[in-house]
């Protein structure tokens, strides 16, 4: 299933240009924004690539989910024997390889930007990398619950970003910790926390929702 | 699961009864418990008459939350037994929540600038409300953007039920944050034990605040029910 999800999302390529384009674009208009004041560049840039991390996430879900349901997919896979979170979950670890790790990429390419040292480029990769499977999730879980409307990410974001406060505020003091050269595990470990428990529950959420979702 | 008092008719034949009573006890209430808070009980020692402010702001917290949960509770009710009478109810809750939430807001922040010296202050209380109030919003942007309500309220009561799991996380994560940036907290709420003078006007302002939370939810719920009704036949004709 995993690897189904994964030629679903290569088909998509021209997608991904512009997904990895707007993130950077508006990580360097941010930048931009800010000035070249160097510290202030440096205690901002965590919570800037985090943030628009989360947009571009919440931004890109729901085309890819709402062409399938147009295919009819969606109702297959409730007919299916095999559980609906199982492919929720699938989709997710997909996203995170297409998507995911790429953008923690281009989050690590962009850091010269912020002048960041090089262990703190290290742990917000690590961060991102732990907190975008959650991000995923919780994409998916919004885009199934408007498919059936006109609002699309402007709503899904509007509906999701509270969610996402634990992730952000673990996320970046992670990184407030790395800045300051303190003991960065227990952050680390509530991250990691988090990031699991929220992704169980959008993925038990959207395989509830899906049912509703198929209907028209 | 068929039981009678779970139908809207019911619960419209009740709430005809309670309604008059909710009123006369609101209006008691408010005027009894308006008049200890504001002239009777003592100023505090330390906050003078700024701390009368409590007696409307606290009251007003505990309904934002109060009214979240029953709309979780009722949201549970939706999407797994589809009650109607829960559907006309939790949608009918919701922007009285947000009103209660929004007035617990101001008359904090109210508070605040004397007391603190700004409006608003990055503390773990204010900012678990604020995202109180954006999950209420999350709720009604949600619910308004379907076409059909009964998809809508589904997907919404969806997202009431995850969003009252992550409440809690907000407010203990939020608390853990702020102690990382500001060595004192601010939270001033977690004084020593109250003292009678002071908590029975709160009590007095904390049951008509009930009482009007509920006068409101009758009369939005009969709203909304008579809305549905001229939809259908409108539909019919």
Redesign the interface.
Known sequence: MILRELYNLSLHRGRFFSIFTFFALALFCASLALGPNERLLKQSAPALIWILAILTTFFSTPHLLKKEAQHGLLDEILLHPSLASTYLLSKVIAECIFIGFPLACVGLLLSPFFSLSSHEMLSLFLTLLIGFPALSALGI?GSL??L????GGL?IS??????T??LL??G??VM?MVRLGLDSFPSFW?LSG?SLFLII??IA?GS??LS??T?H | MKVTWVKPRYFFEVSKVLFPIFIGLGVFFFAVGLYTALLTSPPDYQQGDAMRIMYVHVPASWMALFAYALLAFLSFFV?VWRSPLAELLAVSIAPIGALFTVLSLVTGSLWGKPMWGAYWVWDARLTSVL?LL??Y???W??YK??T?TD?GI??AS??A???V??LP??KW??N??NT?HQPASLTKLSAPSIHPSMLLPLGLMTAAYIFYFFILLILRARTELNKRKLLIQESLT
């Open positions: 879980l619950l408007t059936n409307t006109q609002g709503l509007l509906i999701l970003l509270p969610l406060l634990p505020i673990f970046l003091s407030d509530l988090t529950l959008a959420a509830w929702a509703f979702a209907e | 999407l995202v954006f999950l919003s999350g709720y942007a949600l953007a379907y059909h998809q589904r997907a969806l997202l039920l995850v969003g799991i992550n996380i907000i994560s939020v853990w944050w990382l």
